[in-house]
């Protein structure tokens, strides 16, 4: 079992940054895709942001993200934290969710909330205009 645990939620002001990390714990989970997920209220969860190592180390991976998050996202590894954080800047409103970890042990970087296997309990992230 892996278990999930995000943090650094909370309130900002459009435009305004803030950082999420989702520590894991419990068996091996290097090899892994780590993804970020969001739900809005009354809608669905949808994908964020995910990465991949390509060798057990971390000390290379791929990333990829949502058109609606790419170029005010980063998703990233923290190899002495053993967290995957996700820095959000320039927000907006309608980025307003609850954000989810989770964890994925497929061969390849997939985007699809039915292939990943282990979830965090979700953080909220409220954005004021």
């Known amino acids: 079992q892996v278990q999930l645990v995000e943090s650094g939620g909370g309130l900002v002001q459009a435009g305004g940054s803030l950082t999420l990390s989702c520590a894991a714990s419990g068996?091996?989970?290097n090899?892994?895709?780590m993804g970020w997920f969001r739900q809005?209220?009354?809608k669905e969860r949808e994908f964020v942001a995910a990465i991949k190592p390509i060798n057990w180390s971390?000390?290379?991976y791929t990333?990829?993200?949502a058109d609606s998050v790419k170029g005010r996202f980063t998703i990233s590894r923290d190899n002495a934290k053993i967290t995957v954080d996700l820095q959000m800047n320039s927000l907006k409103p309608e980025d307003t969710a609850v954000y989810y970890c989770a964890a994925d042990r497929g061969a390849s970087l997939r985007?699809?909330?039915q292939e990943y296997d282990y979830w965090g309990q979700g953080i909220q992230v409220t954005v004021s205009s």
């Open 27 to 29: 068996r091996t989970f």
């Open 31 to 33: 090899s892994y895709t």
């Open 40 to 42: 809005a209220p009354g």
């Open 58 to 60: 971390w000390s290379g």
């Open 63 to 65: 990333t990829y993200y």
């Open 111 to 113: 985007t699809s909330i």
